[in-house]
């Protein structure tokens, strides 16, 4: 079955130390993205990518990095800058180049800063 | 800029009560509309979409139908189950490859 994996479902880190998020699709999409969701809101855009070996900023890319080498894999890492990374993070894939195709996405990881 | 604004929540129903989630947006140009769900725990489904203006979007008994004049989708399911309990989150793409998201709104149907 196609789909969007992330890995793991929970992950704790001690404040200082680097982590990072694993994102992984077999839908062949060219596009795809990570969001930060904190409780009782919406959804904050982290990182895109279009292509591979090509990213642009989100809205809240400070204290965070990604990498694209590979059109199925796009991991974040969350850094000793993110002052506040106690969130549950989500990625998404999507077929680019049409407005109305929809974004889908995994099951989400929640990183818990001890 | 672009923004999706939707009601408040948290909403609580009776089962096979009448739901409706109001939103609204602000883009320029001719977005595509989108209602996803997330159940807790899990990451966000799409629920349906529009991509003009008049179009209804629908699946699962619900429905939303792109109002240009109005700048609304709102959502709306005749009769809600306990199952339909999750956060409904309005969202606007536009010609830029960035999903505007709403706040979610929360939605409880009780027994």
């Known amino acids: 079955d196609g789909g969007i994996t992330q890995s793991p479902k929970y992950l704790f880190r001690k404040e200082g130390q680097n982590v990072t998020l694993s994102c992984e699709q077999n839908?062949?999409?060219?596009?795809m993205y990570w969001y930060r969701q904190d409780p009782g809101q919406g959804l904050r855009l982290i990182y895109y990518s279009q292509i591979v070996n090509d990213f642009q900023k989100g809205d809240i890319a400070e204290g965070y990095s990604v990498s694209r080498e590979k059109k199925e894999s796009f991991p974040l890492t969350v850094t000793s800058a993110q002052k506040n990374p106690t969130a549950f993070y989500l990625c998404a894939s999507r077929f680019s180049g049409r407005e109305y195709n929809e974004q889908f996405f995994g099951p989400g990881t929640r990183l818990t800063v001890l | 800029g672009n923004s999706v604004t939707q009601m408040e929540g948290p909403v609580t129903l009776s089962e096979e009560a009448f739901l409706t989630i109001n939103c609204t947006y602000t883009a320029t140009g001719y977005p595509s509309l989108f209602w996803y769900v997330q159940y807790p725990g899990e990451g966000l489904q799409l629920l349906l979409k529009a991509t003009k203006a008049d179009d209804k979007g629908s699946n699962k008994g619900f429905e939303a139908t792109y109002r240009k004049e109005t700048t609304s989708f709102h959502l709306e399911k005749g009769s809600v189950q306990v199952s339909d309990s999750a956060v409904y989150f309005c969202a606007l793409r536009t010609s830029y490859d960035k999903v505007i998201f709403g706040p979610g709104t929360s939605l409880s149907v009780i027994p």
């Open positions: 839908l062949n999409h060219d596009a």
